[in-house]
């Protein structure tokens, strides 16, 4: 067990690096700074971070042993890596003054089953959660303009995303080896995506799912990356109800590819890309 005393502000970078025995920290309330390494493959289960942390620096937690933890909102860096393979971390709440999710910050958190993105990040670095083989849920806020390459790859069964309108720019490989069988596309503009962004794996299998305005099939239909989803539907449900897509294609505005041509099915209707009703 330690005790920081009150009245420190810094932990130094690698300060306790590597104390395998070390089960319990008690952190002063003065503490605005954890640096480089601090915390590196401390073995620890759980740790109570205080109001007025304004910094958590790269590496600081990586290789630990929490389970779980609470960023308190007065943080505003969390460094890249800072808890990458941590394999023990089931669940995390971040500060929500935060403004992006930094290179590989939680790449191959195995146990990490879900994450809540705070409403204030804008940018989601490569490989942020790449190998979180057991991310289920991810909700990514309307805010979000750029997720750079492979930030959700591997992830093994993370079968829904939904991606706000806000976002603008998808990089290589992002949900490569990821099992997705529905994307919710918000943004009546499709976003710029890498050509590996998806995947054929993806794209051959899972649902595209884009405004319901008429409109955005036939745009995401004629759209670099996004052209290749096999199906694409006009849906501007929640998301929450996706087993029974199928079931609704007949009422919905669908994407369909017949022998090589692409048609647009609005209401049982075959249309073609500049909307011609055909026979």
């Known amino acids: 067990h330690i005790v920081v005393n009150e009245g420190v502000t810094t932990i130094g970078g690698f300060a306790f690096h590597t104390c395998l025995n070390l089960e319990t920290v008690a952190l002063p309330s003065t503490l605005t700074t954890i640096e480089n ?4 493959n401390c073995q620890m289960p759980s740790m109570t971070l205080p109001n007025g942390l304004q910094t958590i620096d790269d590496h600081a937690f990586e290789k630990s042993g929490l389970t779980t933890l609470i960023v308190p909102n007065s943080v505003t860096k ?12 089931t669940s995390i709440t971040l500060s929500n003054g935060i403004n ?4 590989k910050v939680f790449a191959y958190c ?3 089953l879900s994450l809540d993105i705070p409403a204030g990040v804008t940018t989601i670095e490569s490989q942020a959660l790449y190998n979180c083989s057991k991310l289920r849920c991810v909700t ?3 805010g979000v303009v750029d997720i750079a390459g492979r930030a959700f790859n591997a992830c093994y069964v993370l079968d829904k995303i939904i991606l706000p ?3 603008q720019n998808i990089g290589s490989c992002v949900f490569e080896d990821s099992p997705l ?5 918000r943004g009546t503009v499709p976003p710029s995506a890498d050509e590996t962004a998806f995947g054929t794996e993806i794209t051959s299998v899972a649902t595209l799912h884009v405004p319901d305005n008429g409109t955005s099939v036939a745009t995401y239909s004629a759209a670099p990356v996004w052209r290749e989803f ?3 539907m006009g849906d501007d449900g929640d998301g929450t109800a996706v087993e029974n897509v199928t079931d609704k294609q007949q009422s919905k505005v669908v994407k369909i590819i017949e022998e090589g041509k692409i048609f647009i099915l609005r209401n049982g209707v075959k249309y073609d890309l500049n909307g011609r009703q055909l026979q």
């Open 37 to 40: 390494g601090a915390f590196y």
């Open 78 to 89: 969390i460094g890249a890596s800072a808890f990458e393979s941590c394999v023990r971390l």
């Open 100 to 103: 992006r999710l930094e290179e």
């Open 110 to 112: 195995w146990g990490l």
């Open 140 to 142: 990514i806020p309307n």
């Open 165 to 167: 309108a806000s976002v």
């Open 181 to 185: 069988l529905h994307v919710f596309c």
């Open 230 to 232: 096999s199906r694409i």
